[in-house]
């Protein structure tokens, strides 16, 4: 009889230790790809580093201000199938960038059809005073049209899909490899 408790519970640290090794792996596989994305790159911010990825954990905004973090960030939220918010906010980004009239106003009513709209392929969460007043203004564009559900989708991701990628698999085995790696050297 006991080897029957006792079987469970090592057939459980066997589990344990594969799951460790598959996250080991995925972490190896991930940063591999990272680094792959911007090899072209000659820079010496080409490397992905321990120091910038720690850095990636002080806010949201340092986070999407490295390359490598917003890559990584996108490739958690798509993990998730939650990625609508930050493809909203870098397309925003992008607009408010639009020097003609002509463009900015193609642009801006692609992003409604695309984001705003009520069922359409990347609804965003947000609330129907400010899904309204974007309909409106889409007529008419500025590049600030898109202020507000801008602001509140980064709240939103700040708030919620930033703390999940900062506890992620993805972010923990991403710093204990580069860790293993500079304590290598």
């Known amino acids: 009889m006991p080897s029957l408790i006792i079987q469970p519970v090592a057939q459980h640290f066997i589990m ?13 596989n991930f940063m591999c790809r990272l680094q792959c994305m911007f090899s072209h790159s000659s820079s010496s911010e080409s490397r992905l ?22 890559a990584a960030f996108r490739n958690f939220l798509k993990s998730e199938y939650s990625d609508e918010n930050i ?27 695309q984001f705003i709209k009520a069922e359409s392929p990347k609804e965003i969460n947000i609330d129907y005073h400010t899904r309204e007043q974007i309909k409106r ?25 930033y703390p999940r990628f900062l506890r992620s ?9 580069l ?7």
């Open 87 to 113: 493809e909203f906010w870098l397309v925003c980004e992008d607009y408010k960038k639009i020097k003609s009239s002509f463009r900015m106003s193609s642009k801006a009513k692609k992003i409604y059809e």
């Open 49 to 70: 580093t321990l120091e910038d990825t720690q850095q990636w954990s002080q806010s949201l905004e340092r986070l999407l201000d490295s390359k490598y973090g917003l």
């Open 137 to 161: 203004s889409v007529k008419n564009p500025t590049l600030y049209c898109f202020d507000d559900a801008q602001k509140m989708v980064y709240g939103l991701m700040e708030r919620d899909s």
């Open 16 to 28: 344990d230790r594969d799951d460790k090794k598959r996250n080991k792996n995925i972490g190896k």
């Open 169 to 177: 698999d993805i972010y923990r085995t991403l710093l204990e490899n």
């Open 179 to 185: 860790s293993a790696d500079v304590t290598k050297v």
